[in-house]
T-cell receptor, first 109, second 115 residues
């Protein structure tokens, strides 16, 4: 069974600080995606990383796929209150996505 | 931007009753999915559907569950005899193409409460 563990589960920081969220597995995935989920809504795709060692940037968000394609990280620079939300990583299995349990991020003004 | 539409947004039912959750995927998409999320827990895969048949299903998707694409637009999840533990947010998702670079679009979900 493929499992993804995210850490930390909860993170509360001040506006302007930097943060990193981690997504780890013992399994290799063909790709890894990061989603953001708002209360009462479905997950919305932020980025897909495919190649081991790949780094993608989305404004202040930097996503990295581990060399062995088993882990990933999301780094946010100068966090803003608008970044508050639930961040999910998901690994691509054969016919489905396997989700981590999420990191609930709160950015305090 | 096109979106996946789910109805109803909330469904309350009595244990043992049948429920049908409805989804309208994005029109040119070919792969369809149901996921669920129990409150406070991770999003879990239920079933994938392609070319009018199930591609893969999880252990959760037992004989009480079924999916159907009755026409060219709707994709339904039926729970034949609901249990208390079926209470969850159910998400429909679709994508035009599978693979490492697929982009999955999720609906806003149906919150199912079994009493």
């Amino acid at each position: 069974t493929q499992l993804l563990e995210q850490s930390p589960q909860f993170l509360s920081i001040q506006e302007g600080e930097n943060l990193t969220v981690y997504c780890n597995s013992s399994s290799v995935f063909s790709s890894l995606q990061w989603y953001r989920q708002e209360p009462g809504e479905g997950p919305v795709l932020l980025v897909t990383v495919v190649t081991g060692g790949e780094v993608k940037k989305l404004k202040r968000l930097t996503f990295q796929f581990g060399d062995a394609r088993k882990d990933s990280s999301l780094h946010i620079t100068a966090a803003q209150p608008g970044d508050t939300g639930l961040y999910l990583c998901a690994g691509r299995g054969a016919q489905k996505l396997v989700f981590g349990q999420g990191t609930r991020l709160t950015i305090n003004p | 931007e096109p979106e996946v539409t789910q109805t109803p947004s909330h469904q309350v039912t009595q244990m043992g009753q049948e429920v049908i959750l409805r989804c309208v995927p994005i029109s040119n998409h070919l792969y369809f999915y149901w996921y669920r999320q129990i409150l406070g827990q991770k999003v879990e895969f239920l079933v994938s559907f392609y070319n009018n048949e199930i591609s893969e299903k999880s252990e959760i998707f037992d004989d009480q569950f079924s999916v159907e694409r009755p026409d060219g637009s709707n994709f339904t999840l039926k729970i034949r005899s609901t249990k208390l533990e079926d209470s969850a947010m159910y998400f429909c998702a679709s994508t035009v193409d599978q693979g490492a670079n697929e982009k999955l679009f999720f609906g806003s979900g149906t919150q199912l409460s079994v009493l």
